[in-house]
């Protein structure tokens, strides 16, 4: 496994690491999630993220179990807020920064997290008071650095403006979706990132599980996939579609020729990227940790991730809207 430091911050992070969205707390069995986990730090994987909202609660309070008999710096933990906890509960106002942090601390058993993220951009509170409050969290102890995911650009420059000019806590951090299947982050949340010492946390690198090349086009999705799935299937449906499916199934003798597995490969393909600090698998079987942690370190030739990214810009070309 190599690490790259995490944006402006002291934390040197795992190039592929474990999340819990859908999977830990709530869509996979306790003991398989734990062996989960125990695969990740066999590999060197030593971040693990999740969120409040997983699970309203469930994935904090399964990884806070878990993780509890580690030394607590031997992993970086990261977890974020926003979405509804509760009917009154949601948001970055500083009074549910304060309660949702404080939360997610008891759920953990902890008593700091290594990155405390805002899940999206709360339309509904003034940027200054969401800066303010998350500068009070570092400065107490129970923060150590600050991020954000899917975020505007012009609300990232506007926070790094206020960090600036207020003194507020920096962020170092964006978890964006990126991957092979959905490049939007390359036209201006990475350059802006690259320039101002924030890496990239990737979510959804395998494009929903698309990319790992196992929904054959002409025949239905198999059973206990994520795309037959009610619960976790939302995401995936876009990409569901036969000539998307096809132009994957394209992209298998190009990972063989680069020596990876398909998965791999397009991990590898996040991670040629300077600005990405980490790639987030979920894994449901601890094979599937040990298979992703291969494309830590890989070394491709440009050659064939221009001849994926020529496969799949056609295919995606004719892909239906979400």
Aim: with cysteine; net charge negative.
């Amino acid at each position: 496994m190599k690490y790259r430091r995490l944006g402006d911050s002291d934390l040197t992070v795992s190039e592929i690491s474990l999340g819990s969205w859908l999977t830990y707390g709530v869509g996979v069995e306790a003991d398989k999630a734990r062996a989960c986990l125990d695969a990740a730090f066999d590999v060197g994987i030593n971040f693990i993220d999740t969120a409040n909202v997983y699970g309203r609660g469930a994935a904090e309070t399964f990884l806070g179990e878990a993780l509890k008999s580690r030394p607590r710096d031997s992993y970086v933990l990261a977890t974020k807020l926003y979405f509804p906890m509760s009917d009154t509960d949601f948001g970055l106002s500083r009074a549910q920064v304060e309660k949702q942090l404080d939360a997610s601390l008891k759920r953990l058993q902890t008593d700091y997290v290594d990155l405390y993220q805002c899940h999206r951009y709360d339309s509904g509170t003034p940027l200054e008071e969401t800066m303010e409050a998350l500068t009070r969290a570092v400065e107490s102890g129970k923060v150590r650095y600050i991020g954000f995911s899917e975020w505007p650009a012009d609300k990232i420059r506007e926070a790094l403006e206020l960090s600036k000019s207020r003194g507020f806590a920096k962020f170092v951090s964006s978890q964006p979706q990126y991957s092979l299947v959905w490049r939007e982050p390359e036209q201006e949340v990475i350059p802006i990132s690259a320039d101002n010492g924030i890496s990239q946390i990737v979510w959804s690198p395998l494009g929903q599980g698309v990319l790992t090349g196992k929904y054959d086009p002409d025949k239905p999705p198999p059973a206990g996939t994520r795309a037959t799935s009610e619960e976790m299937g939302g995401f995936i449906k876009r990409l569901m579609q036969p000539q998307l499916l096809r132009a994957v199934q394209r992209l298998k003798p190009i990972a063989e020729e680069a020596g990876l597995s398909l998965p791999q490969f397009a991990l590898a393909w996040i991670l040629r990227e300077h600005n990405v600090a980490s790639a987030i698998i979920g894994a449901s079987r601890p094979e599937q940790v040990h298979d992703n942690a291969g494309a830590s370190g890989a070394t491709v030739d440009p050659e064939l991730f221009q001849r994926a990214e020529a496969v799949l810009g056609e295919a995606m070309a004719e892909v239906e809207p979400a």
